[in-house]
């Protein structure tokens, strides 16, 4: 796809082009319909009030990734209660933290935002630090992470790439169906020329962007007929053309050793204690995949071995 440099009013960073067919909108009007949009449209939740605490903001970041706020919320809300800041998290066990997670799945981010919070517990004086670099430098923080908490948080300018803002980006700019599979290097290009100059707007607009996407311009069923972008979309003025890339993974979960690890943690979630291998074979009923489910859990450092035959969350 031939990359057009669209001539913004906000003059963007000149090494920073947008990439993709002419945006149809200038920099400040595409800020300012987006914005409007999520005054008007965005959900009210919790980590999003003016008196949510940099760690409330950090837990529901490890928690979104790859799961829906409907699942979030309520994990979410006993979390905070349980463990308002990182140092009381940083004083239980991380078994506590993957019982606390419960059914939300990927539970190694439990473990990983336990791991955070010891980080900043003992070396960041219990406070979320906020700068980037430094976000970086915790267990389980990668980019997204760092920039999210930045952005939300702290109210800074940084590029935050999930795959809602991908998606709207993918399709209202470049004019395809779906972005790449892994984040692209013009993405984080097209995405920087996007971002509007102050920091404060730029994290709003940050924020906003994925709500666009998760709640209008979503993987399945755009409701596009409902999008502030409507008329400027690039794909759609290019008439949606259907998605050419490489098939899109699924999500199947049924049968797979994710089901299994899931069944074997609930047993061990729910045990309040030391767990027989009776009791997890009772879960499922193929030894093999039992067997190696089990053992990812203990590589994973989700389970942990007692004693010949008896496992335990970890301590
Ligand atoms: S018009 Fe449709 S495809 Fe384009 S950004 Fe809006 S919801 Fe997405």
Same mark, same amino acid.
Request: glycine residues 6%; hydrophobic residues 45%; aromatic residues 6%.
């Given at each position: 796809?031939?990359?057009?440099? %669209?001539?913004?009013? !906000? ?13 149809? +909108?200038?920099? #400040?009007?595409l800020h300012a319909t987006v914005l409007d949009w999520y005054e008007a449209n965005a959900r009210d939740l919790p980590w999003r009030t003016p008196d949510a605490s ?22 979410? $809300? ?12 940083a004083a239980e066990a991380p078994g506590e933290a993957v019982r606390m997670w419960g059914r939300l799945g990927y539970p190694r981010r439990a473990l990983r935002l336990?791991?955070? /919070?010891?980080?900043?517990?003992? $070396? =960041? ?32 300018? =940084?590029?935050? +790439? ?10 209202? %700019?470049?004019?395809? $169906? ?11 290009? !097209?995405?920087? /020329?996007?971002? #509007? ?13 994925? $709500? ?9 069923? #755009? ?9 400027s979309c690039a794909w759609q003025r290019a008439g949606r053309p259907p998605y050419e890339g490489p098939a899109r993974r699924g999500q199947s979960y049924e049968g !797979? ?7 074997? +943690? ?26 190696? /489910? ?18 335990? +969350? #970890?301590?």
């Amino acid at each position: 796809m031939a990359a057009i440099t %669209v001539t913004p009013v !906000t003059p963007a960073a000149p090494e920073t082009p947008v990439e993709g067919p002419a945006l149809a +909108l200038p920099l #400040p009007v595409l800020h300012a319909t987006v914005l409007d949009w999520y005054e008007a449209n965005a959900r009210d939740l919790p980590w999003r009030t003016p008196d949510a605490s940099p760690w409330a903001v950090m837990v529901s970041e490890f928690m979104l990734q790859q799961t829906p706020v409907k699942r979030v919320l309520p994990v979410w $809300e006993t979390w905070m209660e349980r463990w308002p800041t990182p140092a009381d998290l940083a004083a239980e066990a991380p078994g506590e933290a993957v019982r606390m997670w419960g059914r939300l799945g990927y539970p190694r981010r439990a473990l990983r935002l336990h791991g955070a /919070a010891v980080a900043i517990a003992e $070396e =960041h004086g219990g406070e979320v630090p906020d700068d980037h670099a430094t976000l970086l430098s915790l267990p389980g923080v990668g980019e997204y992470t760092a920039a999210a908490v930045a952005s939300f948080a702290f109210r800074q300018r =940084h590029v935050v +790439l999930d795959t809602n803002v991908r998606r709207v980006f993918a399709r209202a %700019v470049t004019g395809v $169906e779906y972005p790449a599979q892994a984040t692209t290097a013009a993405e984080r290009r !097209t995405a920087t /020329a996007l971002l #509007p100059d102050a920091a404060a707007t730029a994290a709003t607009w940050a924020v906003a962007v994925m $709500e666009l996407g998760a709640l209008v311009c979503t993987a399945r069923g #755009p409701e596009c007929g409902d999008c502030p972008l409507f008329t400027s979309c690039a794909w759609q003025r290019a008439g949606r053309p259907p998605y050419e890339g490489p098939a899109r993974r699924g999500q199947s979960y049924e049968g !797979t050793d994710r089901q299994v690890r899931g069944k074997l +943690l609930a047993v061990l979630r729910e045990a309040h204690g030391e767990v027989p291998q009776a009791r997890l074979d009772a879960v499922w009923p193929d030894a093999v995949q039992r067997a190696r /489910a089990l053992d990812g859990l203990v590589a994973d450092g989700l389970v942990e071995p007692v004693e010949q035959g008896v496992y335990r +969350l #970890p301590q």
